[in-house]
């Protein structure tokens, strides 16, 4: 709330005299990490997130608020950092494995990221959240049969590894193989990350290609409710609807996904799709 009584008075720099002052007289005070953010979008500098990270525990949440905080100001080192510690705080935390996937993909360093969670993994062999990583750094260099082979590995280490069962679920349906078996994995990663929208469009595509439609749509207006920002998924849906024979939500689920973008994987399958349904 010190944002928004801003824009009409002074409160921030209330808040950051009283703050300073504090920090003066108690060295014990610290910033919240959250009201660290909010310094750093008023003043540019993270010194007081560093400061905040130091003296509290955070949970994998707030490690990844404080990645994209260090990310925005072009501190990558200390991003890395606080995404491989939401990953070792909470390794179902799929979100924080893409941000630090992209965030090498970005660099340009997956060669460097692979060597790295490599040696990890070989002196903590039993690390989830370092086999998962390796696995998902494999399947970014398009190494799939590397990234299938490592996620097998590490749902022998943690047969409940939802981010590792989710990816190699996926791996399966984007290859149309082992579909039973996909269910299966997408079904052991729901359990844990149940409102997941990418766990759901897993799930939900994997029931589509085994032609189980009424199970699909659920799962997959579900994963629409939660983000409405990939078109991959209104396209899954979309499709969907077209085999319940259901054309008007089928129509504009497939319209939503090319207006998003018109060359997604999938995009001349909606096409075609919506072309059949105007004969």
């Known amino acids: 709330?010190?944002?928004?009584?801003?824009?009409?008075?002074?409160?921030?720099?209330?808040?950051?005299?009283?703050?300073?002052?504090?920090?003066?007289?108690?060295?014990?005070?610290?910033?919240?990490?959250?009201h660290s953010?909010?310094?750093f979008r008023r003043t540019g500098t993270t010194s007081y997130l560093d400061d905040a990270i130091k003296r509290v525990a955070p949970s994998a949440n707030l490690y990844i608020l404080a990645a994209k905080t260090y990310g925005a100001a072009n501190e990558f080192q200390k991003a890395e950092d606080a995404l491989?510690?939401?990953?070792?705080?909470?390794?179902?935390?799929?979100?924080?494995y893409g941000l630090l996937g992209g965030l090498y993909v970005a660099q340009k360093r997956l060669p460097d990221a692979r060597d790295q969670f490599t040696e990890l993994i070989r002196r903590s062999p039993r690390s989830v959240s370092?086999?998962?990583?390796?696995?998902?750094?494999y399947e970014?260099?398009?190494?799939?049969?590397?990234?299938?082979?490592?996620?097998?590995n590490t749902l022998s280490i943690d047969p409940e590894a939802a981010v590792a069962a989710n990816n190699l679920a996926w791996l399966f349906v984007a290859s149309k193989k082992n579909l039973d078996q996909a269910q299966q994995l997408a079904r052991t990663a729901l359990k844990q990350l149940p409102d997941n929208p990418q766990v759901n469009d897993t799930?939900?595509?994997?029931?589509?290609?085994?032609?189980?439609?009424?199970?699909?749509?659920?799962?997959?207006e579900l994963s629409v409710a939660r983000d409405?920002?990939?078109?991959?998924?209104?396209?899954?849906?979309?499709?969907?609807?077209?085999?319940?024979?259901?054309?008007?939500?089928a129509r504009q689920a497939l319209e939503k996904a090319l207006a998003m973008s018109p060359n997604f994987e999938g995009s001349a399958d909606a096409k075609a799709a919506l072309n059949a349904m105007k004969r």
Do not use: C
């Open 84 to 96: 491989k510690k939401a990953i070792e705080v909470e390794p179902n935390r799929l979100t924080a």
């Open 228 to 249: 409405k920002s990939d078109p991959t998924v209104f396209f899954h849906l979309g499709m969907t609807y077209v085999q319940l024979g259901e054309p008007a939500k």
């Open 130 to 137: 370092a086999n998962t990583m390796l696995g998902m750094i």
């Open 1 to 34: 709330h010190y944002a928004q009584t801003d824009r009409k008075g002074n409160a921030y720099s209330r808040f950051k005299a009283a703050a300073d002052a504090a920090l003066a007289g108690n060295p014990g005070y610290a910033y919240s990490p959250t």
């Open 203 to 220: 799930l939900g595509w994997a029931y589509y290609l085994a032609g189980k439609h009424e199970l699909a749509v659920k799962a997959l």
């Open 37 to 39: 953010v909010i310094m």
């Open 140 to 152: 970014a260099q398009k190494d799939l049969p590397a990234a299938e082979a490592q996620y097998q």
